[in-house]
């Protein structure tokens, strides 16, 4: 099984800054099989990126994804109030198709 | 508009049964595959079940195989979870999920708002 350990488990930023958060895998996959959600609190997780760095539909440019081999990481450029949540990164190259333990995005 | 709407979930006595369904509209529903994906109260995501577009393919994480069967009806747009044997370990929140292609293996562009599974004698 792929394990997926995310870091930082809490970032701590202000609107406006820009923020860095990791996916490291426990084996190298192709980044074809790389994705991050969004969830906030009582929603469920929305699809971000895909394929390491393909933005889905309607996710703003803000967003970006970049990474390889064990190492991926999600850029936000410039944090809005309402990105604010928890972030996972899944990996499915693999079965079982595993997702990281999350980042805690959070207002400083 | 893609909507996907959970039911069934309740409180259910340990070795107890329970059926979840995920209602599908606003798309072609044959045409896609399938994940349950849950969530522990305060916890991360675990896919569950997954099925391809005909439901000829299935697979199970190791926690529920042979406990839980997934299944669709594409002629009504419904998929469901046969959770059998039911644990505490299993109190969580499913989620239905939309893979982006005919086989499960892919991320998940839809979910559903998710029912709460509670066992718990």
């Known amino acids: 099984e792929i394990v997926l350990t995310q870091s930082p488990g809490t970032l701590s930023l202000s609107p406006g800054e820009r923020a860095t958060l990791s996916c490291r895998a426990s084996e190298s996959f192709s980044s074809y099989f790389l994705a991050w959600y969004q969830q906030k609190p009582g929603q469920a997780p929305r699809l971000l990126i895909s394929g390491a760095s393909g933005r889905a539909i309607g996710i703003p440019d803000r967003f970006s994804g970049s990474g390889s081999g064990t190492d991926f990481t999600l850029t936000i450029s410039r944090l809005e109030p309402e990105d604010f949540a928890v972030y996972y990164c899944?990996?499915?190259?693999?079965?079982?198709?595993?997702f990281g333990q999350g980042t805690k995005l959070e207002i400083q | 508009e893609v909507q996907l709407v959970e039911s069934g979930g309740g409180l259910v006595q340990p070795g107890g049964s329970l059926r979840l369904s995920c209602a599908a509209s606003g798309f072609t529903f044959g045409e896609y595959a399938f994940t349950w994906v849950r969530q522990a109260p305060g916890k991360g995501l675990e896919c569950v079940s997954a099925v391809s577009y005909n439901g000829l393919s299935t697979d199970y994480a190791n926690s529920v195989k042979d406990r839980f069967t997934i299944y669709r009806d594409n002629s009504n747009n419904t998929l469901y979870l046969q959770m059998g044997s039911l644990r505490s370990e299993d109190t969580a929140t499913y989620y239905c999920?939309?893979?982006?292609?005919?086989?499960?293996?892919?991320?998940?562009?839809?979910w559903g708002q998710g029912t709460v599974v509670t066992v718990s004698s």
């Open positions: 999920a939309r893979g982006i292609s005919v086989s499960y293996r892919g991320p998940f562009d839809y």
């Open positions: 899944q990996q499915y190259a693999d079965s079982p198709y595993t």
